[in-house]
């Protein structure tokens, strides 16, 4: 008594589980008559009896050389291992289109119903399913059986065109591993507010109105009628642009806290991945999540996304460009684009962007100021003067930078509180480092 194909035990197993369909009612399945009760206890010995049955078989065909016993000999699964697997080429069987698909029935997750763990199953081990996670869904995930598996289990020949299909599968399985899809973008508290950035009027003026256009959003777009007028593209998407260190994300962190938001700042390597259609749905991820949190979304050094699609060759960044355009003519939030090389951005991202806001370098006056905002009042001697530093040239990122290396020194020197020679060594100590890095930085804008 062996199973040949697993077909039959599909059969069993599918029989058995009608055991539990009715509970409660009694069970009226194919074995009784209609109308016939029979109590719970006896439809769960009856139940238990069935498994072992075919638990049994099922053993025995492990060892019998039948087609399915081969198989099994290839790949020793366990049970219930065996029965994930049955499961999930039915529910792949019944599933047509799981990508984009918002409708989609909520499926439990077969392995847990089986108790099996799918990180250190045979199933995972053999290559014979893989998990693939849903960026749309980074909760839902969605396990396909291989073609590897599929092939075997009907004895057809595994032929390289399948053999590719599984790798791609396996690049995808690999690729949207949860703790990747973590690292796609993260969300923090803002930790500064505007009177932490230091900026000529105009600029915080503009950042002001663009935050009334979205603290008066009622107002504009329901009072004043604009939300009949202007259907889409309603969002407040910024564009900060300006050489390194000039308070870019500094201001976006500002712009979040004083609409009391979180920020969700995008992480680009992970955006960059070259797998085209993840790509894609990456970008609409991020949106959408920002979305549901209701944060400032914020695309830190955005050049890298938002490309010049006349000097694009691959199709897969091209696509990456109108994405992204589409994501957000729909986004009705907050979206901060911050960039050092604003000269490569495509055209028509630039349009649809609301504002434009130059960053530049700091002037004298607000040199100190940026100094005295860094050094914090207890670390500093009661005599220090912050007047007459030479502070040319250097950015607001420079200056926090003198300010940290200012405290090292100090402690290094066991010194009670921080001194102008210690700045005046930290200020060196900046400068040096920034004419290392010159050949670097041919890009600087301003
Ligand atoms: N305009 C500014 N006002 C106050 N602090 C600034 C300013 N620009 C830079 N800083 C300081 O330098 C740090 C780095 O600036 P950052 O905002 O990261 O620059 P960017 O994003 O333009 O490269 C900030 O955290 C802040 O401490
Ligand atoms: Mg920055």
């Given amino acids: 008594m062996i199973y040949s194909s697993y077909m039959q035990v599909a059969k069993d197993i599918n029989y058995m589980e009608q055991f539990g369909a009715d509970e409660g ?12 009760y029979v109590d719970r206890r006896t439809i769960n010995k009856l139940k238990k009896e069935w498994t072992k049955h075919v638990k049994e078989k099922y053993e025995l065909t492990k060892k019998s050389k039948g087609p399915l016993g081969r198989f099994l000999a290839a790949y020793p699964l366990r049970f219930k291992e065996f029965c994930v697997l049955l499961d999930l080429i039915e529910e792949n069987n019944e599933r047509s289109d799981f990508e984009i698909d918002n409708g989609m029935k909520e499926g439990k997750d077969i392995f847990k119903k089986h108790r099996v763990r799918y990180e250190s199953s045979q199933l995972r081990r053999f290559g014979l399913v893989y998990k693939i996670v849903n960026p749309l869904r980074p909760m839902k995930t969605v396990y396909e059986v291989s073609y590897k598996a599929q092939l075997a289990l009907k004895n057809r020949k595994y032929t390289d065109e399948y053999r590719q299909l599984d790798m791609a599968l396996e690049e995808e399985s690999k690729r949207n591993s949860p703790d990747e899809l973590d690292s796609l973008y993260y969300v ?14 105009e600029l915080k003026e503009k950042l002001r109105s663009a935050l009334s256009r979205e603290t008066k959003k009622e107002q504009i777009f329901r009072k004043w009628g604009f939300g009949k007028v202007i259907k889409y593209g309603r969002g407040t998407t910024l564009n900060f642009r300006g050489p390194p260190g000039t308070g870019k994300t500094l201001a976006a962190h500002c712009i979040a806290k004083e609409l009391n938001r979180k920020l969700l700042t995008v992480r680009y390597d992970q955006l ?13 991820m991020v949106f959408k999540i920002a ?51 604003a000269e490569k951005y495509d055209p028509a991202f630039e349009r649809r962007l609301t504002m434009h806001i130059d960053f530049n370098l700091p002037d004298t006056a607000q040199r100190v100021e940026i100094l005295r905002k860094v050094l914090p009042k207890k670390a500093r001697d ?8 030479n502070l040319e040239g250097l950015s607001g990122g420079d200056l926090k930078n003198v300010a940290l290396n200012a405290a090292g020194i100090a402690a290094k020197e066991d010194s009670e509180k921080i001194r102008r020679s210690h700045i005046e060594e930290a ?10 890095e010159k050949d670097g930085e041919a890009t600087y804008l301003g």
Avoid at 275 to 283: A, D, L, Q, V
Avoid at 382 to 389: I, N, Q, R, Y
Avoid at 427 to 436: E, H, L
Wanted: with cysteine; aromatic share 10%; proline share 3%.
């Fill in 291 to 341: 979305k549901t949190k209701n944060a400032v979304l914020f695309f830190d050094e955005a050049d890298a996304i938002a490309l010049n699609r006349s000097g694009l060759q691959r199709s897969w960044e091209m696509s990456q460009v109108n994405t992204l355009l589409k994501e957000l003519e729909r986004f009705e939030g907050v979206c901060i684009f911050a960039t050092n090389l």
């Fill in 188 to 201: 923090s508290e803002p930790e500064a507010d505007l009177s932490d950035l230091v900026a000529p009027r």
């Fill in 25 to 36: 009612r009694g069970f009226y399945g194919s074995y009784y008559e209609p109308g016939e």
């Fill in 272 to 284: 960059q991945s070259s797998f085209i259609s993840m790509t894609e749905k990456h970008i609409h």
């Fill in 427 to 436: 200020i060196r100590i900046v400068r040096s480092g920034r004419y290392a």
């Fill in 382 to 389: 009661k005599d220090l003067s912050l007047e007459g530093l």
